[in-house]
């Protein structure tokens, strides 16, 4: 199954709707361009099985539901969501209770409406570099990604992804680990690094086909992107439009493969990438250190607080907004609440028979 760029979307960057911090600006290399309008999508057996418009996927109004007894994500067509994961020093904070936060959306306090901090159910999507050097990498990367599926919920769903110059869709989502592991097992390393668009084709197709509310992005790589059809910029604005997954990114910087420049050009894409939606960038110094990575990813998904408010903006008023949480407790020192920098609102289609509405 290929995640082809053969579909329509129309991609406006806009200072205004979309401001990352100046001082964050990365110094792009210029990607190979695409017709006005064209960007990456997700296709399976060369035939798409969607075509985004200029707007974000229209999300049904029907409220979530888990299979059976369990866990539960209180969802409705006005509430934002936002997963934190919440540090103290390098320690995750398991005891905060909801009036221990303090959200702001574009410097206003909100009134939060729902907490939880529950080892929920995520749909993960584990997107893995198959360029020619990664060859090297791959058992090491492969068994660490399989590690970090087995220490997670167990009724978490994740679907694999191998890109190169293209990106295939390996395996489809399932809680299989002997299935996810044969579809790590595809590797045909060659070719350029389309890491830009391997992100939004995965985004998207979270959005369109997860069961699962909550969604985590994990990217493993060990270079820069240099095939893409989209930059940073409009990578990270599609994930935001989509109000789409965390992405946890492990960038395989050691060796001698790379200059330094280019080290630290791949170093800030995968920063802002992780830091913009709301995950974490690691960068381990050997093929050794990789399991110890993915086993923190593990415990950083399945330790997050998730926090639900109602904007207090119209719902019909568009544009970016910038969302900050931050924590206070009795007796603990000062807190580190890490979740994305804030959202684009996206539509909400009613039931059949009801009016739609917009968010």
């Given at each position: 199954m290929r995640l082809c760029n053969n579909a329509v979307l129309v991609v406006l960057l806009?200072?205004?709707?979309?401001?990352?911090?100046?001082?964050?600006?990365?110094?792009?290399?210029?990607?190979?361009?695409?017709?006005?309008?064209?960007?990456?999508?997700?296709?399976?057996?060369?035939?798409?099985?969607?075509?985004?418009?200029?707007?974000p996927p229209a999300v049904s109004a029907e409220p979530l539901h888990k299979e059976g007894a369990g866990y539960v994500l209180h969802t409705d067509v006005e509430e934002v969501v936002l997963n934190c994961t919440v540090l103290e020093g390098n320690r995750l904070v398991p005891d905060l209770e909801k009036g221990d936060f303090t959200v702001l959306e574009d410097g206003v306090k909100q009134n939060l409406i729902s907490f939880q901090h529950t080892d929920l159910p995520v749909s993960i999507a584990v997107v893995?570099?198959?360029?020619?050097?990664?060859?090297r990498k791959r058992p090491a990367v492969n068994k660490s990604a399989l590690d970090l599926i087995a220490a997670s919920n167990p009724q978490d769903e994740a679907f694999v992804v191998n890109f190169s110059d293209e990106a295939f869709i390996d395996q489809e989502f399932t809680s299989d680990v002997n299935k996810l592991r044969d579809g790590l097992s595809h590797i045909e390393s060659r070719g350029g690094t389309a890491l830009y668009d391997a992100v939004v084709a995965s985004a998207d197709k979270l959005v369109a086909d997860a069961k699962r509310p909550k969604q985590v992005l994990i990217l493993i790589t060990d270079g820069?992107?240099?095939a893409s059809t989209l930059n940073l910029e409009q990578t990270i604005r599609r994930v935001q439009q989509l109000s789409g997954p965390v992405i946890y990114s492990i960038g395989l910087l050691f060796g001698d493969e790379m200059s330094r420049a280019e080290v630290r050009h791949a170093r800030r894409a995968l920063e802002m990438l992780s830091t913009e939606t709301g995950g974490m960038a690691f960068f381990p110094k050997s093929i050794e250190q990789i399991d110890e990575v993915a086993a923190e990813v593990a415990r950083d998904i399945r330790n997050q607080y998730t926090l639900g408010y109602h904007s207090t903006k119209p719902t019909t008023e568009p544009g970016f907004r910038r969302v900050q949480v931050t924590a206070a407790a009795t007796g603990k020192s000062k807190l580190n609440v890490r979740t994305r920098t804030g959202y684009?609102?996206?539509?909400?289609?009613a039931k059949k028979g009801a009016?739609?509405?917009?968010?």
């Open positions: 806009s200072a205004v709707a979309f401001s990352l911090p100046a001082q964050q600006s990365p110094t792009q290399s210029t990607p190979a361009q695409t017709p006005p309008g064209q960007a990456p999508s997700v296709s399976v057996d060369r035939d798409p099985v969607r075509s985004p418009d200029a707007e893995v570099d198959n360029s020619g050097s990664m060859s820069e992107d240099n684009f609102p996206v539509v909400r289609v009016a739609a509405t917009q968010k």
